[in-house]
């Protein structure tokens, strides 16, 4: 199994407060990405590093921001979390940018009440 | 927007039997992949197929790819308990971007 830990695995907030997921991987991948799964919408794509310090949006970037000091570090940061940011979170590497399969974790629960 | 759509949502067969799911997508691809999601755990990467590639199999799985359908089916056979899980297809229409469908469950009945 690829080396990718996901923490915290579970986390209940409340509505406007800061929540940082942190995904740190073991592999050396140069490519790391953040999903949310929320039921009817699969997986879309939040934010994703092409390397350190560089980060760019996905299709739903909107109230997030990510950062990547190292490389086995990508952490994704809710500034001001809302009920509507209740999902799975899953980060996710590649080795590959054009081909690519993906290594995924094992998940962020994270409940905005 | 999703790029793939898995059909059916649900799926439940008893062990023994064969699963088979599609997969349609809108935009030209470089290659499409199929990823098993056992409940509560991440996906995990099961098969994936060129654009220039027809069908594939590996192990009890068979993928094949429709370009000008734009579709793409998963075919498990001598299906297990096991195998109970979501499937997703995942298409890589461009660089960092590998866009998934919502998902068929399969229940696999022993």
């Known amino acids: 199994d690829a080396g990718i830990t996901q923490s915290p695995r579970h986390k209940v907030t409340e509505t406007g407060t800061p929540v940082t997921l942190r995904c740190h991987q073991t592999?050396?991948?140069?490519?790391m990405y953040w999903y949310r799964q929320d039921p009817g919408h699969g997986l879309r794509l939040i934010h994703y590093?092409?390397?350190?310090?560089?980060?760019d949006k996905g299709e739903v970037s909107d109230g997030y921001s990510v950062s990547r000091s190292k490389t086995e570090d990508f952490l994704l940061t809710l500034e001001s979390a809302t009920s509507s940011q209740t999902s799975v979170y899953f980060c996710?590497?590649?080795?590959?940018?054009?081909?690519?399969?993906?290594?995924f974790g094992e998940g962020s629960r994270l409940t905005v009440l | 927007s999703q790029q793939g759509e898995e059909d059916p949502q649900a799926l439940s067969i008893q062990e023994g039997e064969n699963a088979t799911m599609n997969c349609s997508y809108k935009?030209?691809?470089?290659?499409l992949q199929w990823y098993r999601q056992n409940s509560g755990r991440g996906l995990v990467h099961l098969i994936l197929i060129r654009s220039n590639e027809r069908e594939k199999h590996s192990g009890r799985l068979r993928v094949t790819l429709d370009t000008s359908k734009k579709s793409s089916s998963l075919l498990i056979t001598a299906s297990r308990a096991a195998d109970t899980a979501s499937y997703f297809c995942?298409?890589?229409?461009?660089?960092?971007?590998?866009?998934f469908g919502g998902g068929t469950r399969v229940l696999v009945k022993p």
């Open positions: 995942a298409t890589r229409a461009a660089v960092n971007k590998l866009t």
């Open positions: 590093s092409y390397g350190v310090k560089d980060t």
């Open positions: 996710a590497i590649s080795a590959d940018r054009d081909v690519g399969e993906l290594f």
């Open positions: 935009t030209s691809i470089n290659n």
């Open positions: 592999e050396n991948h140069r490519y």
